[in-house]
Structures are given as structure tokens and as C-alpha cells.
């Protein structure tokens, strides 16, 4: 089973930038689903963003409503990274992040990395 590796988080002012990084132990070319799910204090964990690799319909990315045009994910399969660039950061993007993957009908998750968006 894929394990994942978390990096990134950390402290930031409203209108800032952090990168998150997510190193699995297999190509992520080769991983069915790979993406990023985050859950705010007292809320459920939700989907933040994805990239899939279909057989048939190809490689597909997916954004939730609330971050598409902030956020960006991205791969490096030389290094079996999954990215999530995160720009213009709110106080409402305050959350941990996990890094999730579909590999084989089994669903992996990352240690999870802290996300704080405050003056």
C-alpha cells in the first residue's frame, strides 16, 4: 500500500502563499487518485482538490469551488511529489491538510500538516 509523507504547512498572514508537498512511495503516474483534503476544527474533512488517472478518460484535476483560481495541484514524477500551491490565503483556508491516495482499491492518507492563516 502507498504510503504519503506530508510537508509544508506552517504559519500565514491573510493574502499570503505556502506550498504544501506530499512524497509517496511509488510514482504518482502510476497511482490512480492523488489529492489534497482538508478539515477545519469541528468540521468533516472535505475535498480540496484531485488529479486523477483514468484508463479512459486521462488525467483529470478537480477543485473545490472555494479554492479553484487560489489553489493548484500539481505532480512531479521524478519525485514522486504531489504539490498544492496555495495563493491569496484566508483566514477560512485554516485547517490540516491531508494528502490522500487511491492506489488499487486501497485509500492511503498522509500524517496531515497544519495550516494557519492569521495576521
Known amino acids: 500500500q502507498v504510503q504519503l509523507v506530508e510537508s509544508g504547512g506552517g504559519l500565514v498572514q491573510p493574502g499570503g502563499s505556502l506550498r504544501l508537498s506530499c512524497v509517496a512511495s511509488?510514482?504518482?503516474?502510476?497511482?490512480?487518485?492523488v489529492g489534497w483534503y482538508r478539515q477545519a476544527q469541528g468540521s468533516q474533512r472535505e475535498l480540496v482538490a484531485r488529479?486523477?488517472?483514468?484508463?479512459?478518460?486521462?488525467?483529470?484535476?478537480h477543485y473545490a469551488n472555494s479554492v479553484r483560481g487560489r489553489f493548484t495541484i500539481s505532480t512531479d514524477n521524478d519525485k514522486n511529489t504531489v504539490y498544492l500551491q496555495m495563493n491569496s490565503l484566508k483566514f477560512e483556508d485554516t485547517a490540516v491538510y491531508y494528502c490522500?491516495?487511491?492506489?488499487?482499491?486501497?485509500?492511503?492518507w498522509g500524517q496531515g500538516t497544519q495550516v494557519t492563516v492569521s495576521p
Open positions: 488529479i486523477t488517472n483514468g484508463i479512459t478518460t486521462g488525467r483529470t484535476t
Open positions: 490522500n491516495a487511491v492506489d488499487n482499491g486501497h485509500v492511503a
Open positions: 511509488k510514482s504518482v503516474s502510476s497511482i490512480y487518485a
